[in-house]
């Protein structure tokens, strides 16, 4: 019996653990790629997620300097910027008013995220 269940258990791990891929896609920190720096941001019931930082006054939604995001068919939402070397705080601000830092970057003393830029 105790060994039905250590492998049932194994089992229900392995399933669910597979099964999270397919719910939430693994979002990378910011990172170098053709074009400039790569942001991303897991957000399936947004309607908007746009990139407010100091490389663009921190302006969003629908302003003039406001970089939007394009959203995949799985809910991440992603853009490339093109970034001159330097050191940038930024955040990501859903549905014109929710401000999150960046889960998977570096945090800041103020509360933001920053990007390194080389």
Known sequence: MKRITILFIIILFATGCSLLRFVAPRTQKPHKVVGGIRFEYYAPSAKQVSLAGE???????????????????EGLWWIVVPLKPGR??????????????????????????LVIVE
């Open 55 to 73: 490389f663009n006054n921190w302006e969003y939604g629908n302003s003039e300097k406001a970089i939007n995001l394009k959203k995949t068919e």
């Open 88 to 113: 940038y705080k930024y955040k990501f601000v859903i549905d014109n008013s929710k401000w999150e830092k960046d889960p998977n970057g570096e945090d800041t003393a103020d509360g933001n995220s």
